[in-house]
């Protein structure tokens, strides 16, 4: 019997549910939420009143913090952690590695020879070191520059981390260079919503709202992942080398019948959900839903809205505990965005809204013609924005695992649109409609129809503003049927960004997105601003200004498939970009137009913006160069002798010429096999070390990702064709049905 089958049967044989066992009898799930977290309240019991109120006025302003109140904060923030079972702090950031990295400190420091206190002061808190050299920069410092600094985030709360023998001080940091350039996702996404919430209270102010203080931005993360018992994992070095499969045949059934969508979550897998769930809940992570996905072992959980920065955090969180927490479970959790070929990949699904400190939604229509204007503004300045930076838009969510994603029939398309609905498209239509109307002479009749839909609709309301259509009082929040196939879609008081890879971090899409809502939201109070020094109508202006703004993003506004060929021709004809892959996407960040618009806003430095471009293609080709290295060891090592074995076998027994033009079939895919395995090795080696990036990306993709190609489907069909008890490699029906 070989290690497979060892595999199998080992999981057959009733796998006990292992991990830790959550009791909601003995504790009050209630009462747990947040208990890790040192969070607003706790803040509030252990400082000073005068040191609280300076602290929460850094938070909300982003102003400095003193000296003297810092070190009163890490006091207190030591002796809660201490009180918790802490031995050590850390400060965790997020470098441009993907994900998340902390170093730990002990709080412990000699004390007189023979003894040791436990110390944390305020520098400690402020402000951390770390050896910075081996984390990608883009080129923005030399290997041998090894400082790198991490800024503590008051805005996103520390955390407690158990761990079988202890426990440590999480504080959520930024990270930079000693020149002050940023290394990782944190700094630039804080300085996108800075600058949204400028400009987005510009237009408010100038819209007549005279009580909101600040904008701030919402999201809510949905997260897609696999899961694979862990036993059968160990026999696939593909998995746990490269995240993916790199060889497997279909099986004979995958997702094809719908049944494990929502369906009865295996007991095993809901024990593991319901560790996770707990751990997320000590931790603040507001999570809410847990269902079976569209592919059979796949899952999703979700959370409810937080503001951005935190909801950002904890989705970093939720991938490591889900990682963490599998392991202990017997599984590994798998976030590759497509693991399988042949059955769903996985996303994350974005869900982002913005509004005011006093809670207001701006992106839900009121029960005011008012609050209507207020509205299609903000609705209109986000599909402006995603249509004039849709190629940027796209450039956020590449990587070499979101290039299978991307364009299948299960995820969006790499073309970028907007879906609004019916109910809300029809509303810019008539917007649009109507300045045609007030523009152009039309026929008699024609006309008369017109105005009298105008009298029912648009009958101006006495207030500050009139523009508003007394329609939207009506709209209900579900205004048209949800569209899975739009990367950009609006679902009733947000719009959810569907495009990001299920193991990106999400804040180099938002960041992004922020950024351009603000350009566009600049523009929009600069436009407006001149209208009121002009002393015209102003009413008008703003109406004037929506109808442009329809009239300019209106190519990308689609609500029909956007998997189907008519669209791809469709979009052709309307000039949106196609960008295909992470190759196509790389040269748009250093666009000019990119270039100008993060640097205005200083999101972005220009260095900033040609080293992530850089980390970009090597992460690009690295992992191409790893899956490309796999897949010859596999095919060498474990297939090739495999379908050896079983050829040896088999051709004494085979006599009639039936049996034997199978194994001339057979010996043909041994043939195909060797020379595929030969002409990937031969592609490699003409890879050269001084080839400029773009140009080292542009073979990977064209040259060896098409030599991989080549190798699998050979190495599939002779997978079909072995006998199953010499076959190496765990199944993809053993890996998507055992559990």
């Keep these: 019997m070989n290690a497979r089958y060892q595999a199998v049967q080992s999981i057959s044989d009733n796998t006990p549910i292992r991990g830790g066992i959550v009791d909601y009898q003995s504790e009050k799930f209630s009462e747990l939420y947040a208990s890790y977290v040192f969070h607003e309240e706790i803040q509030r019991e252990r400082l000073p009143s005068k040191v609280f109120k300076s602290l929460q006025n850094t938070i909300k302003t982003g102003d400095g913090l003193d000296p003297e109140v810092a070190e009163t904060v890490a ?173 497997g045949a279909r099986p004979p059934k995958g997702q094809e019948l719908d049944d494990n969508y929502f369906g009865a979550i295996p007991e095993r897998v809901l024990a593991f959900m319901t560790e996770v769930e707990h751990e997320l809940i000590l931790l603040g992570v507001p999570i809410k839903t847990r269902h079976n996905e569209v592919a059979p072992g796949q899952y999703e959980l979700a959370p409810t809205f937080e503001t951005t920065n935190l909801a950002l955090d904890h989705q970093m969180l939720v991938m490591q505990l889900l ?66 930076y849709s190629a940027l838009l796209r450039f956020s ?28 498209t029809d509303i810019f239509n008539l917007l649009l409609e109507e300045s045609d109307a007030g523009s152009n002479q039309r026929a008699a009749s024609k006309k008369s129809k017109k105005s009298e839909k105008s009298a029912q609709t648009l009958a101006p309301a006495p207030a500050p503003l009139h523009i508003g259509l007394p329609m939207l009082l009506r709209l ?142 090597e992460i690009y080709c690295t992992t191409i160069l790893i899956e490309a290295n796999a897949m010859l060891r596999i095919a060498r090592t474990m297939i090739l002798p495999a379908v050896l074995r079983h050829k040896s076998r088999v051709q004494g027994a085979l006599t009639t010429e039936t049996q034997k033009d199978f194994l001339v079939q057979y010996d043909e895919k041994i043939d195909l096999l060797l020379r595929a395995i030969d002409e990937l090795n031969v592609r490699l080696s003409k890879i050269k070390s001084d080839w400029a990036l773009l140009k080292k990306a542009e073979f990977f993709r064209d040259s060896i990702q098409s030599a991989m190609f080549a190798l699998r489907v050979v190495a599939d069909k002779l997978e079909s064709m072995t006998d199953d008890a010499v076959w190496p490699l765990p199944t993809y029906s053993e890996m998507l049905f055992l559990r």
């Design 476 to 617: 209900p929040r579900h205004s048209g049927d949800r569209n899975r196939t739009s990367p950009f879609a609006f679902t009733g008081n947000k719009f959810e960004f569907r495009a990001v890879g299920s193991s990106q971090n999400s804040a180099g899409a938002v960041t992004v997105l922020n950024t351009i809502v603000a350009e566009s939201l600049d523009f929009i109070a600069t436009r407006l601003e001149e209208a009121r020094k002009s002393e015209g109508d102003f009413n008008a202006a703003v109406r004037h200004l929506l109808v442009e703004m329809i009239e300019e993003f209106k190519p990308i506004l689609f609500d029909g498939d956007n998997y189907s060929m008519a669209w791809l021709e469709e979009s052709h004809r309307r000039g949106l970009p196609n960008l295909r892959n992470t190759v196509d996407c790389l040269p748009v960040l250093t666009s000019s137009d990119s270039v100008e618009l993060f640097q205005k806003y200083r999101v972005y430095t220009e260095g900033e913006l040609h080293g992530r471009q850089e980390i970009l293609a």
């Design 75 to 247: 006091m207190a923030m030591r002796d809660w952690a201490l009180e918790h079972g802490a031995t050590h702090y850390s400060h965790w950031f997020q470098p441009l590695t993907g994900s998340t990295a902390e170093k730990h400190d002990c709080f412990l420091t000699p004390h007189d020879g023979l003894h040791a206190l436990a110390r944390f002061s305020g520098n400690e808190l402020i402000r951390g070191e770390s050896d910075a050299s081996s984390f990608p920069s883009g080129g923005l410092r030399a290997t041998f520059e090894a400082r790198g600094y991490t800024a503590w985030d008051p805005s996103s709360p520390a955390f407690i981390l158990k761990n079988p023998n202890g426990a440590t001080l999480v504080i959520p940091t930024m990270f930079v260079s000693w020149t002050g350039e940023s290394l990782d996702q944190k700094t630039p996404m804080l300085r996108s919503l800075g600058v949204l919430n400028h400009h987005a209270m510009r237009v408010l102010r100038l819209l007549g709202n005279t009580t909101a203080q600040r904008v701030e931005c919402t999201l809510g993360v949905e997260q897609e992942y696999f899961l694979v018992d862990r036993r059968l994992a160990m026999l696939r070095p593909d998995l746990m080398i490269a995240g993916r499969t790199l060889f």
């Design 323 to 388: 990682q963490q927490v599998a392991q202990r479970h017997g599984f590994l959790c798998i976030l590759h965005e497509k693991p399988f070929a042949g059955v769903n990949g996985s996303g994350k699904h974005n869900n982002w809204s913005i509004g005011t400190d006093d809670g207001e939604n701006l992106l839900e229509p009121g029960e005011t013609p008012e609050s209507n204007a207020v509205f299609l503004i903000f609705c209109a300045a986000v599909c402006r924005a995603v249509h004039k």
């Design 397 to 424: 969510v590449a990587s070499p695992g979101n290039d299978f994603r991307l364009g299948a029939s299960e995820a969006p398309p790499a073309i970028m649109s907007i879906h609004l609905g019916n109910v809300l």
